[in-house]
């Protein structure tokens, strides 16, 4: 086994070149999402699948959006699935760049580019080790399955969340892709509840606003008790691994003019949940101190709805998948340690049908949508070592 995982490792290290000149295509092959069109890209990844004979197949929910399905030692069991994304958020403005967005520009050991980080570089990464694999013909006793998306950054539904609810995908165990922070072993991530609050009042002249009831003063005073109170609790909430809990004010909209007393105003609400939080009871937690204002301002006239919403999830130290990687880490001499994943992943799609699920890839989460995203390609090369081993090693 040892001189197996030798000879992958070392055809690993004759195909770098090969492996960087793959990340940069998928960088400047445009897969922004919205709107979504991410067929340049799947493209590319079917051309290196065609350079070295590897059938795939592709689903679609969407004409501009596909996925794909690659199966290694198809229908055998155990199967391993390693998920990634090939859609990007936005380049946003390009004045912010200091490089050309979609230019793959390499500075220093560094690849600088839309979504180089989150997260094509897990997905070139994941690829590039199965092709490692399949040229040094591995043994697999159980299935190695690559899947990518093209709708993760926009929800899912188009991506892993079609796939799952029409059963295209059954793994017994997954490894997600995104960035982890130098391919460390996440074992948990936060969910996410988004929720619509509204205030109403009255509307009145401005020389005379008591004779109206202002949303906008009322929405103040709803947002300040909620940040003073539930900051508190968060803070206190045990997260093991993860981040605490949060809730960020995303966007706030009220009243009609200056000269009007305002009777509406609304805000979106990003509550990210911890492991054995659900989104009602973050919708209760929330509920429940309106109400203790109420109490106190019958003029308080509010309502919560809930417009989305991802579960946490936790995957256990001692399960299979975990031990596994753990090992990975040490026989590559990097770090065994489990952290938490600090964003919302595909992952909770295999989580939640009870799929034992971890995350590793390459990056440092703070590049993720930001300008002049970028990544070590240390680390990304790195990551093909990870996914290698780590297949061998569940699968072998």
């Known amino acids: 086994m040892e001189n197996l995982k030798q000879k992958v490792l070392q055809r690993i290290d004759s195909m770098q070149d090969e492996a960087i000149g793959f990340l940069a295509d998928l960088v400047k092959a445009e897969s922004i999402n919205p709107p979504g069109d991410t067929r340049p890209v799947m493209a590319v990844i079917e051309n290196k699948l065609k350079e070295f004979g590897q059938s795939y197949e592709i689903v679609k929910a969407r004409e501009d959006m596909p996925n794909i399905l690659v199966s290694f030692n198809e229908g055998a069991r155990p199967q391993l699935l390693y998920n990634g994304h090939i859609d990007t958020v936005p380049i946003g403005e390009e004045s912010a760049w200091e490089v050309d967005p979609l230019g793959a520009v390499i500075q220093d050991g560094v690849m600088i580019g839309r979504g180089v980080a989150d997260m094509k570089g897990g997905v070139g990464a994941m690829l590039m080790a199965a092709k490692a694999l399949s040229l040094e013909q591995?043994?697999?006793?159980g299935s190695l399955v690559l899947n990518f998306v093209s709708d993760e950054e926009t929800g899912g539904d188009n991506g892993v969340g079609y796939l799952m609810k029409h059963d295209y995908l059954s793994p017994d165990m997954v490894v997600v892709g995104e960035i982890t922070n130098r391919n460390s072993i996440a074992i948990s991530e936060k969910g996410v509840a988004v929720f619509s609050l509204t205030t109403r009042g009255r509307t009145?002249?401005?020389?005379?606003?008591?004779?109206?009831?202002?949303?906008?003063?009322?929405?103040?005073?709803?947002?300040?008790?909620?940040q003073v109170q539930l900051i508190d609790r968060f803070d206190e909430r045990p997260s093991g691994v993860l981040p605490p809990a949060s809730?960020?004010?995303?966007?706030?909209?009220?009243?009609?003019?200056?000269?009007?007393?305002?009777?509406?105003?609304?805000?979106?609400?990003?509550?990210?949940?911890?492991?054995?939080?659900?989104?009602?009871?973050?919708r209760d937690e929330i509920l429940e101190v309106i109400s203790t204002l109420q109490q106190e301002d019958p003029d308080i006239n509010a309502s919560l709805d809930l417009l989305g919403s991802g579960d946490p999830f936790e995957t256990l130290p001692d399960t299979e998948i975990c031990r596994i990687a753990r090992r990975t880490m040490v026989e590559l001499d990097l770090n065994?340690?489990?952290?938490?994943?600090?964003?919302?992943?595909?992952?909770r799609y295999f989580a939640e049908k009870g799929i034992p699920t971890i995350l590793i890839g390459p990056g440092i989460a703070q590049q993720?949508?930001?300008?002049?995203?970028?990544?070590?390609?240390?680390q990304y090369l790195e990551a093909i070592n990870i996914y290698a081993v780590l297949a061998i090693n569940t699968l072998c």
Request: proline share 6%; with cysteine; aromatic share 4%.
């Open 368 to 378: 993720a949508h930001t300008p002049n995203e970028q990544l070590e390609l240390d």
């Open 247 to 282: 809730m960020n004010v995303g966007t706030i909209q009220g009243g009609i003019s200056f000269n009007v007393v305002a009777d509406s105003c609304n805000v979106l609400l990003d509550r990210r949940t911890l492991p054995g939080e659900t989104a009602k009871s973050a």
């Open 204 to 226: 009145a002249h401005a020389s005379t606003p008591w004779a109206g009831i202002n949303a906008i003063e009322k929405m103040v005073k709803i947002l300040h008790t909620l």
């Open 138 to 141: 591995v043994p697999l006793k």
């Open 336 to 347: 065994p340690d489990c952290v938490g994943y600090e964003q919302v992943s595909d992952g």
